[in-house]
């Protein structure tokens, strides 16, 4: 078996639990996992205009067809713009995967 990288393992994870699409705006920290997403022709990067409507599709689309959706976002900023969309799931008890980027481990505490 190929050694995996973090990314391709989070794709590869995504295929294998029925995930088709996945939602949000690329951005600082999530790259790598978007550049993932190409080697899986399955899978369906949607390109949205707002990390907030990224969060209430995967909402509403996992409430209308029962299938799950990830949401993705940067890091700071742009996963802030999900809380909303999340909080709403959250409350009405329906499943949300929400993908958030990291910065690099030397780069934590320096703001």
Do not use: C
């Amino acid at each position: 078996m190929p050694r995996l990288s973090g990314a391709q393992m989070i794709a590869d994870f995504l295929v294998k639990a029925g995930v088709r699409h996945v939602a949000g705006i690329p951005g600082h920290g999530i790259w790598t996992v978007l550049d993932a997403f190409l080697d899986y022709p399955d899978l369906n990067v949607v390109q949205v205009l707002h990390e907030q409507s990224a969060a209430h599709l995967a909402d509403g689309y996992y409430r209308a067809s029962g299938n799950p959706i990830a949401a993705f976002a940067s890091i700071g900023p742009g996963a802030a713009n999900t809380t909303v969309g999340v909080a709403t799931a959250h409350v009405d008890s329906q499943a949300m995967m929400l993908l958030t980027g990291s910065p690099h481990t030397y780069m934590r505490g320096h703001g």
